[in-house]
């Protein structure tokens, strides 16, 4: 696998692909239907990107903010990658290793107390630095150095 280095810090680097909103089905006075696992409609080519996960009414105690996977189409098949816990209120980068097909989606399953939800994601397309010579070449060096 290539080792690559991407400039994290640049917002240029970034471009914002989706903000969803949702709320949940009220019950009565106190009872909700869960919002559930939705397809963002996102399509990524990038292996690098961020998201965020909010809810206006969010608990001290609570901290987890549900799960993204990816999906492939592969022949007209939805295939899922490895899930990807999110925190309220942060802004997680992700690296996704994908060997089985770009473009590729993303799905949310929230958890089933949140009351609303809102879901951002951005996906990196700036340059993508491929390290794997420069580390060939300072081995090769240093096998040089011990001959």
């Known amino acids: 696998m290539a080792s690559e280095r991407i400039q994290v810090n640049n917002p240029?680097?970034?471009?914002?692909?989706?903000?969803?909103?949702k709320?949940?089905?009220?019950?009565?006075?106190k009872a909700y239907v869960p919002i559930g696992e939705f397809d963002t409609g996102?399509?990524?080519?990038?292996?690098?990107?961020?998201?965020?996960?909010?809810c206006s009414e969010k608990k001290t105690t609570w901290d987890y903010g549900?799960?993204?996977?990816?999906?492939?189409?592969?022949?007209?098949?939805?295939v899922y990658g490895r899930k990807y816990s999110l925190a309220i209120g942060k802004t997680l980068l992700i690296v996704v290793n994908n060997d089985v097909?770009?473009?590729?989606?993303?799905?949310?399953?929230?958890?089933k107390w949140?009351?609303?939800?809102?879901?951002?994601?951005w996906e990196y397309v700036g340059l993508v630095e491929d390290t794997t010579l420069t580390q060939l070449s300072n081995i090769q060096l240093k096998i040089d150095q011990l001959l």
């Open 12 to 21: 240029e680097n970034w471009q914002l692909k989706t903000v969803i909103t």
């Open 23 to 29: 709320t949940a089905e009220k019950l009565g006075d």
């Open 42 to 54: 996102v399509s990524l080519t990038s292996p690098f990107f961020l998201a965020e996960i909010n």
């Open 66 to 78: 549900g799960n993204l996977r990816p999906e492939y189409s592969v022949e007209g098949l939805s």
């Open 101 to 111: 097909a770009i473009p590729y989606g993303l799905r949310y399953a929230s958890p």
């Open 114 to 121: 949140f009351k609303d939800l809102t879901l951002r994601i």
